[in-house]
């Protein structure tokens, strides 16, 4: 690999704890509605799928996005929820938690290179993270600026305009196999997928790069940084 001007990096599950978070919201809706024993687990994954089918058929703001797929969810698994309950979901997003070694492998590697963030949200929920997360990203892009979720290549494509970089000067990073690895390796960007679960490979693309987690991705970097 030649060394990356910039590292973007999706953020909701390569960052922050997206999986956990989003289970965590669904218990909070359901607990509430009396129902505890939930696979929420299951109820997570199948929200997922819905999520990323939805995302692709027309841009709408993430904020409408999560109150319509957890509605389809819920509706899925005959799960009661209110007006209310979306509202509380699509708000909580910003508040989400990172994983324990974020903030500092991020840091580290903003010693390296250049760092962006390319995200399938809301500009008002990216800034609410960011704050949460408090590292300062050289640029972010959203789904909200360029009209397009990803695994769409508009993202790709704005954030090299916008920092003046070509294909060759990127490394992209992500939790989202379909959503990250697929799209950069479409278009020729170096990728690497933070496979902290130990998933299996959902189609027949193969990342350039395989890290369990943010800490190892910081050392690999290093290491080529320092030969």
């Not at 929920?125 to 009209?147: C, K, M, S, Y």
């Not at 196999?177 to 990728?191: L, N, R």
């Amino acid at each position: 690999m030649d060394w990356p001007k910039v590292i973007s990096f999706d953020c909701y599950g390569t960052i922050i704890d997206w999986e956990s978070e989003i289970q965590l919201a669904f218990k909070e809706i359901l607990n509430k509605h009396g129902f505890k024993n939930v696979d929420f687990v299951e109820l997570q994954r199948y929200w997922e799928e819905i999520q990323f089918d939805y995302i692709q058929k027309q841009y709408l703001p993430y904020v409408e996005v999560l109150k319509d797929t957890l509605s389809m969810t819920f509706n899925h698994f005959n799960y009661p929820f209110t007006k209310e309950d979306l509202d509380f979901f699509s708000k909580s997003m910003g508040g989400w938690q990172p994983f324990s070694d974020a903030k500092e492998s991020l840091l580290s590697l903003k010693k390296h290179a250049k760092i962006a963030l390319l995200t399938n949200t809301d500009d008002h929920i990216i800034q609410q993270t960011v704050h949460t997360l408090g590292v300062d990203f050289d640029e972010i892009v959203t789904a909200e600026q360029v009209r397009s979720y990803k695994a769409n290549h508009d993202g790709f494509y704005y954030l090299m305009d916008k920092m003046g970089i070509n294909k060759s000067d990127l490394l992209h990073v992500g939790f989202g196999f379909k959503y990250d690895v697929v799209p950069a390796t479409e278009i020729g960007i170096t990728s690497c997928w933070v496979n902290r679960y130990g998933e299996t490979r959902p189609v027949d693309v193969r990342e350039d790069y395989l890290v369990g987690d943010m800490k190892t991705l910081s050392l690999l970097v290093k290491g080529f940084k320092n030969k």
